[in-house]
């Protein structure tokens, strides 16, 4: 609610205080704004930060709301500290009109000060009014949970995972309570899949601490993660991709874990689902964290995820392709990934059509990969890679403002392409045809 201070006036012999609301136009008396214990503007202002708040409270220098408000010769008004620190550098202009100041004095703007703290109180009010609310909800919905079950249980899951997905301050209620134990207690081995989505979709919107993580690590748990991976709605698949990285982080995380063919067989499917872009980079991104292992990256190319990732770099925006050719990029480190990369047919083609197309980051990793193929069979690949037009593309890379790793990785692989050519030959090779350019 904005609401306008409006100057006292006598009704029946008495003085009247009132303010303007602004919002719906009416006048209402002080006596209706929230009042009592004298509350801390500045801490009101940090609680509700993110709100909508009205342009009269925010200062044009900084474009925060205002706690002094102080008004200038010119009639704008600035949070005092700002405008003080303008003048102090020797602007004696108005920062908002650029008139030239007459008179470099402030005045504390107490009406607009009142109306900043009044607008404030009203809406802190409301906001705790909403959280005891909230606290109270989720205190019922965790006392349900501790005593039904089927689909009365189901319910109270599905209740309390909007409660927390809606308010932050849940969250704080559902740990301060015990709720998080309680949650992760339903997980099992004999846990239908209906009450592991909603456990899944309330965990993932809480903070979960280390002792909670290792519980999720419990074979039983994890493995049921690991079956809504694969057999859940989108939605629950990506909730299991974002707890598993929780999990990953963690110091005493075991690589073992991960190194499930299951696991990254659902991780594989989720990431080229073309139909929920949101489940491509959730999964493309654990993909990404868990090849950092070895033995993930073997299994990873023992089922087929090369060839599929190279089928789906067309169709990818800008930052789910980095993440998809940094995975490429890991596996192109061991024989059984290079191997594969230099089989798939599109390899070649598709890496040298990324160089120079998207973003630095992916010319490097396209430029990384290429570089192990092409060594691994040089007669071959590298052959392949100029008639695709890898040695323009190549040249273009060294003459751009890229950092210079890259340019001389690019110099590295033109001068392993050329050697299977004669100078007059290559040179040709190496113009931009009107296509390319």
Not at 16 to 42: A, F, H, M, Y
Not at 91 to 98: A, K, V
Request: glycine fraction near 4%; hydrophobic fraction near 45%; aromatic fraction near 4%.
């Amino acid at each position: 609610m904005t609401m306008l201070q409006l100057s006292s006036w006598r009704r029946d012999g008495e003085v009247t205080n009132s303010v303007l609301d602004l919002d719906c136009g009416t006048v209402i008396s002080k006596d209706e704004i929230p009042c009592g214990e004298k509350r801390d503007l500045g801490m009101m202002i940090e609680e509700l930060e993110g709100i909508e708040v009205p342009t009269v409270f925010i200062c044009p220098i900084s474009l925060d709301p205002m706690l002094d408000p102080v008004t200038l010769c010119t009639g704008q008004t600035y949070e005092r500290c700002n405008i003080l620190k303008w003048l102090s550098m020797g602007h004696f202009i108005c920062p908002t009109t650029m008139q030239e100041l007459w008179d470099d004095s402030v005045t504390p703007n107490r009406t607009l000060s009142q109306l900043i703290y009044s607008w404030y109180s009203q809406k802190y009010v409301l906001h705790k009014k909403r959280s005891e609310d909230v606290q109270g909800r989720v205190t019922e919905l965790l006392e349900a949970l501790r005593k039904v079950k089927g689909q009365a249980r189901i319910q109270a899951l599905k209740e309390l995972h909007q409660v927390v997905a809606a308010h932050v301050s849940a969250k704080k209620a559902v740990a301060d309570e015990g709720g998080i134990a309680l949650v992760l207690s339903l997980l099992g081995p004999f846990t239908s899949h209906a009450v592991g989505s909603e456990a899944i979709a309330i965990l993932v919107n809480l903070d979960l601490d280390s002792e909670a993580k290792m519980n999720l690590m419990q074979p039983a748990k994890f493995s049921l993660l690991v079956d809504m991976l694969n057999e859940g709605t989108v939605e629950t698949k990506i909730s299991c991709t974002r707890l598993i990285e929780l999990m990953v982080d963690e110091r005493d995380f075991r690589s073992e874990m991960v190194s499930s063919l299951s696991l990254l067989v659902g991780l594989l499917r989720l990431a080229k689902d073309k139909r929920y872009p949101n489940g491509i980079a959730a999964g493309l991104r654990l993909l990404k964290t868990v090849c950092s292992y070895k033995q993930v990256k073997i299994l990873v190319v023992s089922i087929g995820a090369v060839s599929q990732l190279m089928d789906l770099l067309s169709c990818l925006n800008s930052e789910v392709l980095e993440d998809a050719l940094f995975i490429l990029e890991l596996l192109s480190s061991i024989p059984e990934g290079r191997t594969a990369l230099k089989d798939c047919p599109c390899t070649i083609q598709n890496l040298v059509r990324l160089l120079m197309r998207v973003s630095e980051n992916c010319t490097q990793h396209a430029l990384s990969i290429l570089w192990e193929v092409c060594m691994l069979a040089r007669e071959e690949c590298a052959s392949l890679a100029v008639e695709a037009g890898l040695a323009a593309k190549l040249l273009l890379v060294i003459q751009s403002g890229c950092n210079p790793v890259v340019k001389q990785r690019s110099a590295e692989l033109l001068k392993l392409c050329s050697l299977n050519y004669t100078a007059t030959i290559f040179i040709s090779k190496c113009k931009l045809t009107r296509t390319m350019q």
